[in-house]
């Protein structure tokens, strides 16, 4: 790493995977140094954390002190300590940068796919404290497995729970859970509801057993557990809905209900309060929701399996006057991020619950639930689902909801009744078009999130249908087409999106120095809205046409004025 990207780093400030460790006072010892490590080692995070020693908590840079024998840094050394105080063994980058007149000890700590220890059996965690700041705290056992759940290590929804029998499973859960599967229409696994009980469980893994039970594991709870068996023992699972008209809560529930049993309730409440529109299509009627129930149903359940179950907490559900949140306790998986949601891998962090849902019916067996919420928001025509809430900590999905772009909808329903239906890809790029007018190709890369090759397709294929034209300059740009403007109703956008045309522009500019007397290249720039190559031409067009002569006073940039006959 260079001066600048030290500097960028502490400009930022100390959060969950910077931390500063100053040593203006004293060199920091060595197992001060081994214990900085560990605790970044089992952060909340699945992206790499700097250790910064030299730099004070303020930011001030007074340089890393000498260590150990010969009056300097040895940095195979630290690396050493390191991997050799730490279990298991830490692999550490260790760097040593000039900034100005000091020097600053860089150490990259890698996340760890199980806790770290000191090799004294010491652990630690950095989290955010209760004064919105970074600190080390020490490690407990649900810390561990929460870890090893988030880095997909550790399945919580597999383990054995202390003193739970079979007679804290519900009869009735059972029988619900095979009526989800009957009425799925097929997307279950039909061959379960066949099943007695204990078969039953068996075979989807939520208890232990040879001819008898030996162990109720949390998925078994889950899923099937009474009510008061729940809250005693898995006290962390609670889900709330709540109403929320500007800042008064009008409905505020809490349930310890088995997960069947609440996606059922909540689902009803959620049809209770989603209102509908009708548009009319042609020959076809069409309703339009608020809100798209399989949207809903996904997030939901994405909540509920993706959570972190060894974390005390709820899942919220927050019903707003113009959008719904969905949020659980627990950050996204390891390898998951806001800028590969839809491309990455499914990741599920309880992945026995996981599969027990997609058997029953409930959610997606692509697992590719994440799509389905992104198609049925664009179908509908609202704005795109956003997870831009989330943090290191917790899952934040808000639907959004308000008015309908009817004509989106309208688009999309002719389409697909021609028999060549939109596809997600498609309705993102569209969407992104009809909000910010123009992209290229890296931009179409970010909004797919997939590799500009994949983008490019899409975009071309949207040109070949007639949805889109390009527009050649210093990058090929990308714009919705006339057409596709007209069936949305916004014909006029069409001319702003497009810009001026060539003779167009040649006008202006003529129109610009009979008014001033002459023209500059930043003149035409700012005037057409052009590149400097794309100035330079016009400009250069006009001058062989013999319709402006260039003009230069000494020290200053060339100017046009118009030729005199």
């Known amino acids: 790493m260079d001066p600048e990207g030290i500097r960028t780093l502490i400009s930022n400030g100390e959060d969950l995977n910077i931390e500063f460790k100053g040593e203006e006072k004293e060199a920091l010892n ?6 900085a490590v560990v605790c970044l080692s089992n952060r909340s995070s699945t992206e790499s954390g700097w250790l910064l020693i030299g730099v004070e908590d303020d930011g001030r840079i007074t340089g890393a ?4 024998h010969g009056g300097k840094i040895d940095v195979y050394q630290i690396q050493a300590l390191i991997a050799n105080r730490t279990r298991p063994s830490v692999s550490c980058r260790v760097e040593l940068v000039d900034v100005g007149e000091e020097q600053v000890m860089l150490i990259e700590v890698p996340p760890s796919r199980v806790p770290t220890s000191t090799t004294d059996g010491r652990y630690h ?7 919105g700041k970074p600190e080390c705290v020490p490690m407990d056992f649900s810390d561990m497995l929460g870890l090893q759940s988030q880095r997909c290590s550790q399945d919580y929804s597999s383990l054995p729970v202390e003193g739970a029998t079979w007679d804290d499973l519900d009869p009735l859960e059972f029988e619900r859970f095979r009526r989800i599967i009957r009425e799925s229409r097929g997307k279950g696994d039909v061959a379960l509801s066949s099943l007695s009980d204990i078969e039953l469980a068996k075979a989807i893994g939520a208890i232990e057993a040879d001819r008898d039970v030996k162990s109720i594991k949390v998925l078994g709870l889950l899923l099937f557990g009474k009510e008061d068996s729940l809250s005693r023992l898995v006290p962390s699972h609670e889900v709330a809905f709540q ?25 009803s409440r959620f049809r209770v309060r989603n209102r509908e529109e009708e548009l009319m299509v042609n020959i076809f009627r069409i309703g339009i929701p608020d809100y798209s129930e399989q949207a809903f149903r996904e997030g939901l359940a994405n909540a509920l399996i993706h959570r972190d179950y060894s974390k005390m907490g709820a899942v919220y559900l927050q019903w707003y006057d113009d959008r719904i949140e969905i949020s659980n306790p627990g950050g996204f998986p390891e ?10 891998p499914p990741r599920p962090r309880n992945p026995c619950l996981a599969d027990a849902f997609k058997r029953a019916g409930i959610v997606e067996r692509t697992g590719r639930g994440i799509d389905t919420i992104f198609y049925e928001q664009l179908r509908n025509g609202r704005p795109a689902p956003s997870y831009d809430r989330s943090s290191a900590t917790d899952v934040v999905l808000a639907l959004p909801g308000g008015k309908s772009n009817l004509n989106f909808v309208r688009l999309i329903v002719e389409q697909n009744h ?8 498609d309705l993102l790029l569209l969407n992104h078009l009809y909000l ?3 992209t290229t190709t890296a931009e179409a890369s970010d909004v797919l999130q997939q590799s500009e090759w994949k983008a490019r397709s899409v975009l071309e294929r949207l040109v070949e249908g007639g949805f889109i034209e390009t527009r050649d300059g210093k990058a090929r740009q990308y714009h919705l087409s006339a057409s596709t403007y007209g069936r949305l109703g916004k014909r006029a956008a069409y001319v702003r999106t497009r810009g001026f045309e060539p003779i167009q522009q040649e006008h202006m500019v003529l129109q610009f120095v009979e008014k001033h007397g002459s023209i500059s290249r930043s003149d035409v720039m700012e005037l057409c809205h052009l590149d400097g190559p794309g100035a330079y031409r016009l400009l250069k067009k006009l001058k062989d046409g013999r319709q402006l002569n ?14 005199r006959i």
Do not use: C
């Open 30 to 35: 060595d197992p001060a140094l081994v214990d």
């Open 65 to 68: 002190k000498p260590r150990h």
């Open 125 to 131: 965690r950095r989290k955010v404290g209760g004064k």
């Open 243 to 267: 109403v929320i008209s500007d800042t008064r809560i009008q409905v505020n529930e809490f349930f310890r209900w088995p997960l069947i049993r609440l996606m059922e309730e909540l689902s």
């Open 335 to 344: 390898g998951v991020r806001l800028d590969n949601l839809l491309s990455t």
């Open 418 to 425: 021609s028999g060549n239906p939109l596809n997600l890809d």
């Open 436 to 438: 910010e007018r123009r």
């Open 550 to 563: 260039p003009t230069k006073a000494r020290g200053k940039a060339v100017r046009y004025e118009r030729t």
